[in-house]
């Protein structure tokens, strides 16, 4: 049976809170200039056609810039709580196809769109560095398969009720390993 779509989502969001998040996320300790780093920084009017971006110029090169500069969601028409709304669905694993019709968008659009999110965010952030004694978690081994790719693959594809007890089991046998580097 087709569900109604009773409640566009991106209707009840707006973007002004949409920017406020990515300036704070974005400068938590006040605007610096994405091209020199200075904190002399001063506003500088709204974006044409979103009110709600603002512009700045820096005193100490000159350079003009906008809350989305230099960020992965500059250069789109798309308002910004689309995109945050999609980042957020993605975050729920919702397909694709699914985001496309809670958004009201096309499933290319949002392909797009989710390719652009993903290629951004792994851009900013900076490579992990591990130093000293690194804690490693939620490691599951199932006891007996250790060292048995083939068998635990076998049974992964049978996907019974004993599989799925022995996936529970493996799951309270959380190990924690130590490890030093350096
Ligand atoms: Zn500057």
């Not at 009840?12 to 300036?23: N, P």
């Not at 995109?83 to 499933?107: D, H, T």
């Not at 900076?126 to 006891?143: H, T």
Request: charged share 25%.
């Amino acid at each position: 049976m087709p569900s109604p779509t009773l409640v566009n989502l991106s209707s009840l969001i707006d973007d002004a809170r949409c920017f406020e998040l990515v300036r704070q996320h974005r400068w938590p300790e006040g605007v610096r200039c994405p091209h020199c780093g200075n904190a002399r920084v001063a506003r500088d009017g709204r974006d044409d056609t979103q009110p709600d971006r603002q512009r700045y110029r820096c005193a100490a090169c000159g350079a003009r810039f906008d809350d989305l500069t230099g960020t992965a969601l500059a250069g789109h028409h798309q308002p910004l709580r689309v995109w945050v709304l999609c980042l957020y669905l993605m975050g729920l694993n919702l397909s694709n196809r699914q985001i496309a019709q809670e958004l009201g968008l096309s499933s290319s659009d949002v392909q797009l769109m989710s390719v652009q999110l993903r290629q951004g965010l792994t851009a900013t952030i900076p490579a992990a560095r591990l130093e000293g004694e690194v804690e490693i978690d939620e490691v599951y081994v199932v006891a007996g398969h250790k060292g048995q790719p083939a068998a635990v693959a076998k049974r992964g594809a049978l996907g019974d009720d004993g599989a799925w007890r022995e996936r529970r089991a493996a799951a309270r046998w959380t190990r924690t390993s130590r490890r030093s580097w350096g």
